[in-house]
């Protein structure tokens, strides 16, 4: 099927402006939706807003997902709980945010069906694997379980699709991706903690500044 457009999750990461870098290339429009979901780095949101406008996407769309108040287990949700220092000790992580993913995933695809928009973009890969909804196994239900419930699709006998395309590949060979494509690295946002400057020492800080640095990238 021809791959008419997109709707991308946009965090303000690396990851996923590297995806949105790369969707331009392959879709005629693109849109991108991000989530303000109380968490404590919510300052990401800024930065996903400056990403779409200089992608130049068709439409950013910024949504609310006020559930996440009422949760407390999770460090990125909780600043009682401390951020995690250095590289992931446990699996699940402490960062975890109990079905965040299939959250966005089911929001963007409401806006799949009212935009009759066949794929949604997602930036998971192989450093995510700790986290259960970062998974192949999950990629591939929330899609069957999208199609099964989408008006679009009953209506035009289509399909939507999730577009993992980073699944499987390492953070060094995205950024590798994001160099070739021109990606301005300089404008995203990848700190846990949610620091201005970024703290340098949370896992995530870590995975961005070993990956940046193994394309020799200078901030």
């Known amino acids: 099927m021809e791959k008419k457009n997109i709707i991308v999750l946009l965090s303000g990461g690396m990851d996923s402006a590297t995806l949105l870098w790369y969707v331009k290339r392959e879709f005629p429009e693109v849109y ?12 990401e949101i800024t930065y996903a807003k400056e990403i779409a406008k200089i992608a130049g996407v068709k439409d950013h769309i910024v949504v609310d997902i ?10 990125l949700l909780n600043e009682e709980i401390d951020i995690p220092s250095g590289e992931y000790t446990e699996e699940p992580p402490i960062t975890t945010v ?16 009212i935009l009759e928009i066949n794929y949604i973009g997602i930036g ?14 999950f990629i591939a239900a929330a899609e069957a379980a999208i199609n ?7 209506k035009k006998k289509e399909r939507i699709h999730i577009y993992a395309p980073f699944l499987g590949m390492t953070k060094k060979e995205i950024a590798k991706l ?4 021109g990606v301005p690295y300089e404008k995203t946002y990848s700190c846990y903690k949610g ?13 961005r500044k070993e990956a940046l640095e193994s394309i020799g990238y200078q901030p």
């Open 32 to 43: 991108a939706i991000s989530f303000n979901y109380g968490q404590r780095h919510s300052v």
């Open 66 to 75: 006020p559930v996440y108040s009422a949760v407390r287990e999770s460090a």
């Open 98 to 113: 109990p079905m965040r993913n299939i959250n966005f995933l089911s929001i963007a695809s409401i806006f799949a069906d």
């Open 124 to 137: 998971v890969h192989a450093l995510d694997v700790p986290y259960p909804d970062c998974r192949p196994e």
């Open 148 to 154: 099964a419930g989408s008006t679009f699709v009953a």
């Open 178 to 181: 994001g160099k070739d494509l």
């Open 195 to 207: 620091t201005l400057p970024p703290c340098g020492e949370c896992p995530t800080c870590l995975q």
